[in-house]
């Protein structure tokens, strides 16, 4: 099987295909685009920009990818947008590409799931296994690591971190940094509690697990910050074996905009 194109698709000189690719009626591909094997694009579908689009995407009608951010500083730099493998964007994604103010990529991981009118802004890095439901929007500089589910309608603001496998409950505002398989919601944003489900789904012992709580339940009834917590080694020392409670601790040093507060 070759590459189909609609006839009615405007495809421009440059652009480049792997093998089987689909491009149905009415979509628009840029001359510095880049489409893996196996991706169809549905109908109405618009890709421009230094673009690279993995194998194995289903992209779906009137969607918008590599299109200019909407950055008042952007000058129509070549900057790239990156997306991996076997993804599925449903109808109205839009994902923009980067500005000059970071690396210059808007990256997009592999099997992840965007519903309809999900947006991706401007030097995003939006990690693998990603589910982000209906509407979902992330600004600009916004990092979100593997395994993270986001309800519908959740808005994150820029340069905010979403650590992996945590769930974010729908209509959320996401103003502070989300540390590793915290479950979330509210507006603006409050940390819950710990995403056991998810932690199992991925493989961590039951023991690993209770640990992990009770790290978050220390953490949470203390008076000290975050911060000021994981600095004080008598509250470590018990857990320096168990690799998600370090992976927390270094997410919160590392946090510039600090930690979502707990829910009261």
Known sequence: ???????????????????????????????????????????????????????????HQFSSIGVPPQDKSYKGEPTQTIIGNNNLFREGVTIHRATTKQDLKTIVGDNGYYMANVHIAHDCKIGSNITLANATMCAGHVIIDDFVQMGGACGVTPFCHVGEGSFIGAASAIDKDVPQYSTAFGNRIKLKGVNIIGMRRRGHSKDKISEYVDFFRMMESSALSPKAFVDHPEFMDEYKSNEVVQQVVAFIKKSEIGLAPFMS
């Open 1 to 59: 099987m070759s590459v189909q194109i609609h006839p009615t698709a405007i495809v421009e000189e440059g652009a480049k295909f792997g093998e089987n690719v689909v491009v149905g009626p009415y979509c628009m591909i840029g001359a510095n685009v880049s489409i893996g094997s196996n991706t169809v694009l549905k109908s109405h579908v618009v890709v421009e920009g230094h673009t690279t689009i993995g194998e194995g995407n289903e992209i």
